[in-house]
């Protein structure tokens, strides 16, 4: 069974940082493609970063560049994002997605989310 699970979420004031992890457990981690989305409320789920399994490319929205960074721990089939320069804007719940396409099959799997709140 295919488990998903972010973790590291909470309350931060604006400047501040958070660090987000995703574990996995089920697949074959490497594999897949990596991706954290975020839903504020009211709003659309959105791309904030992604990282590739050849040669690990990174992706950033506009929004984040330069203030997070998406990594990841083959050996722990965990990944992480780093949220530097919090802004308020950031509040949101964040979700981890992993996503294969292999022989025109699409393997896609969320995690439950966890909740970012960048406030004073």
């Known amino acids: 069974q295919v488990q998903v699970v972010e973790s590291g979420g909470g309350l931060v004031q604006p400047g501040g940082s958070l660090r987000l992890s995703c574990a996995a457990s089920?697949?074959?981690?490497?594999?897949?493609?990596m991706s954290w989305y975020r839903q504020a409320p009211g709003k659309e789920r959105e791309l904030v970063a992604a990282i590739m399994t050849a040669g690990g490319t990174t992706n950033y929205a506009d929004s984040v560049k330069g203030r997070f960074t998406i990594d990841r721990d083959i050996a722990k089939s965990t990944g992480y994002l780093q949220m530097n320069s919090l802004k308020p804007e950031d509040t949101a719940v964040y979700y981890c997605n992993l996503k294969r396409v292999s022989l025109g099959i699409l393997r896609n799997y969320w995690g439950q989310g966890t909740q970012v709140t960048v406030s004073s």
């Open positions: 089920g697949i074959t981690f490497s594999i897949y493609a």
